[in-house]
């Protein structure tokens, strides 16, 4: 009997955790979880011009790995930061579907990530399992010779929400 | 198999504990200091001015021609704080008696350039030494189209000692620089 009861326990008490515990995590390690352009892909070569291009990044530079019980909504977000300029606009999609039997929708198509949090993709019955090897891949536009020449940091900040 | 589903159990509970962090990005872009000068012509880089001589006695020599189909442009970036200036000057010796008058007209064209930058100084005569004309050059990019992009220049003879005018042909070379102030 007490042992039913330990059973009974602690299965109730996996089921709370693992509601309060849908995750999103980085699968690719430090790979994944830092795009640095020490040097922009291409250089002004002719006098009177502007930077013409976007700097993008490999199609799966960042790997996620979601786990969720029933559903779930991957957000994304830039954290403020006084080391960032507003004319650079920073862009990011999810590139493929992943691997794993949970649904996977939206996200496909390039997004602007701002300081305020916006839904980036989402799924359907976790229960309990996966979507792994899910590609991100980022882009950042407005290059211009008219921000002051330093090195720009900000953060892009992955959160999950859902059961 | 009671302690089994039980050690299962407490292994799935610390599994779910351990995936707790949101993951996060770190990125960086390096922006670099750029510096580049042209020059754009709606004719030819050969500028030919005369001085002609009178058509009547007792008249001074006509210093009058002029050529304004030179384009100035330049891209620049610059980190906070930085500063640069276009200088002008001549590679050669002008005629005696004779002086280069060089105008610098406002800018035109579909640049941008960051504000309060880019002002032209004044319009100068060119000689060996090399003199600034445009200055508080930020982030400034002037377009490249001759014509209708940059700053046109205006070259000009003046006399400055007319006792020393002679006649003859001379060539010249007119250099231009961008540089940090």
């Known amino acids: 009997m007490k042992t039913c009861l330990l059973i009974i326990f602690l299965f109730s008490l996996t089921g709370i955790m693992m509601a309060q515990t849908a995750s999103v995590t980085i699968t690719n390690g430090s790979q994944g979880a830092n795009w640095n352009i020490p040097t922009l892909s291409s250089s002004i070569t002719k006098a009177g011009k502007n930077y013409e291009h976007i700097e993008t990044s490999a199609l799966n530079h960042t790997v996620l790995k979601v786990n969720s019980l029933v559903f779930w909504n991957v957000s994304v977000q830039q954290t403020v930061s006084s080391n960032w300029d507003p004319l650079l606009k920073l862009y990011v999609r999810r590139s493929g579907d992943g691997t794993g039997l949970v649904t996977i929708s939206g996200g496909s198509a390039f997004q602007q990530v701002t300081g305020a949090s916006s839904l980036f993709f989402s799924g359907l019955l976790g229960l309990g399992f996966g979507r792994d090897n899910i590609p991100i891949q980022y882009k950042i536009e407005g290059l211009s010779v008219l921000l002051p020449a330093k090195t720009y940091t900000t953060t892009i900040l992955f959160t999950i929400s859902g059961l | ?181």
């Open chain 2, 1 to 181: 198999m009671k302690y089994r589903a039980v050690i299962l159990l407490v292994v799935i509970c610390f599994e779910s504990l351990a995936q707790t962090l949101p993951p996060t990005v770190n990125m960086s872009i390096a922006m670099p200091p750029v510096a580049l000068i042209d020059l754009l012509t709606t004719s030819t880089m050969n500028v030919n001015l005369k001085v002609t001589a009178p058509a009547e006695a007792g008249n001074p020599v006509n210093t009058t021609a002029s050529n304004a189909s030179s384009w100035l442009i330049f891209t620049s970036a610059v980190a906070t704080g930085v500063s640069r200036s276009i200088k002008g000057n001549v590679a050669g010796t002008l005629p005696p008696g004779i002086r280069l008058r060089l105008d610098i007209s406002p800018y035109i064209g579909s640049g941008a350039f960051t504000a309060s930058s880019c002002f032209v100084t004044s319009n100068v005569y060119l000689t060996t030494t090399p003199t600034i004309f445009i200055d508080s050059i930020k982030g400034a990019y002037t377009g490249i189209t001759a014509g209708s992009s940059g700053y046109k220049l205006t070259y000009a003879l003046e006399v400055q000692n007319y006792a020393s005018i002679r006649s003859g042909s001379t060539t010249i070379t007119v250099q231009y620089t961008i540089a940090d102030n």
